[in-house]
């Protein structure tokens, strides 16, 4: 009896315990297209707004404190990756197939700038330069409404071609690319 007490609150402590973490803040997230027979994929954890509207982007906003700042991870906890089984132009970069990072420059919150890296695997604000393979300046839009969580989204658009896009709060930042 002694035994199963015991049991029984371990898993109601174990049961509390979890119920009180709930869903991941930043939950993981895929987003994968084949374009000309390639595929592309890109792996992030995906940020929410959370009531910071207005307060993410701007100097002394959220992201500004960031020490790699106005170098921006595009995501939360892992560094958010690119991977292509073809060799791909993003913008003028040329990028042969395999696995990268991206990052956004947000120095200008309504001027992002893409920023693919050779350096894989980091966790969280790991940003190096020198690993830099190119950057590529993004065409601004605005949503039709807040984008509470962030979004990645790769999308045919005929051919050999496609776009890249990033969204979150009131921003999205496209690219287009080239499968070769």
Known sequence: MKRFLVCAGLLVTATALLAQHGPPKSPAATETATVAGKSITITY???RVRGREGHLFTQGG?????PNYPVWRA???????????????????KVPKGKY???VNIASPDAWVLIINKQT????????????????RM??????????????????TG???????LAWENHIGTVRFTVH
């Open 62 to 66: 959220l992201i500004s404190h960031d």
């Open 121 to 136: 695997g980091q966790w969280g604000l790991k940003y190096d330069k020198a690993q830099d393979l190119g950057q590529v």
């Open 101 to 103: 990072t991206l990052y």
């Open 159 to 165: 051919g050999n071609r496609g776009t890249l896009s």
């Open 75 to 93: 995501g939360a906890n892992a560094a958010t990756t690119l991977e292509t089984t073809g060799d791909l132009t993003i913008g003028s970069v």
């Open 139 to 156: 065409t601004m839009t605005k949503p039709a409404s807040l984008v509470e969580n962030l979004k990645y989204t790769l999308k045919a």
């Open 45 to 47: 954890s995906s940020p």
